[in-house]
């Protein structure tokens, strides 16, 4: 009788062991109102991330246009399956282009946004809106003018957790760095451009 007592002692301890380990996969404290077998997206999140963007700049028949990439931060808060958060990104840009005398590029943005959606347990689903920065760059004739203008952006995407920590992004941003009045073009240039992008994020 002792003998079998212990046994399924040990058959009890050894499924709760196992139960927890399962639960705890995809689970962090930082969840509310989430049962700990459903997928988190929950707590402080960075990554990385790369892309493409074109656009055009306002007041000249340029259209630069270039990779992105760079690296995101940002920490999500969720609510059974509605998910909320802040994202800040800083990207490098290869966005440029010439046309006749002008040559018009981007090589830095950024952007500060909030993000809200609805998750599908591994899936999330968003919109994003926020603050976007970066700097506008004007040459002709040997002569260069650099201004960081302040904007906007909104967007669109997809998240897919794919491992536990791990998640995998596929976005869209318009973004639109406002006009500031140039000395060497003599008129108000601003840039604005689309960004398609994908990207993996870690979850603390």
Do not use: C
């Not at 046309?99 to 998750?119: D, E």
Request: charged residues 10%; hydrophobic residues 40%; glycine residues 14%.
């Amino acid at each position: 009788m002792r003998r079998i007592l212990l046994r399924a002692l040990a058959l009890i301890v050894a499924a709760w062991i196992t139960s927890s380990a399962a639960a705890d996969l995809n689970y962090r404290p930082y969840t509310v109102n989430q049962p700990l077998n459903a997928y988190s997206w929950a707590g402080p999140y960075l990554g990385g991330n790369l892309g493409y963007a074109w656009g055009s700049v306002d007041n000249n028949p340029s259209k630069p246009s270039g990779f992105a990439g760079g690296v995101q931060a940002g920490y999500n808060w969720q609510n059974g399956p509605w998910v909320f958060g802040i994202e800040g990104d800083i990207q490098g840009s290869a966005a440029e282009e010439t046309f006749a005398p002008w040559k018009f590029s981007n090589p830095w943005f950024g952007t500060v946004r909030g993000r809200g959606g609805y998750a599908f347990s591994n899936i999330f689903l968003y919109g994003t809106v926020g603050l976007a920065f970066g700097e506008l760059r004007a040459e002709t004739f040997g002569l260069s003018e650099s201004h960081n203008n302040f904007g906007w952006t909104a967007g669109l995407g997809a998240e897919m957790g794919f491992a536990p920590n791990w998640s995998a992004k596929v976005e869209y941003l318009y973004v639109d760095l406002a006009n500031s009045n140039f000395v060497i073009t003599g008129v108000s240039n601003g840039y604005r451009f689309g960004l398609i992008r994908a990207g993996v994020n870690y979850h603390f």
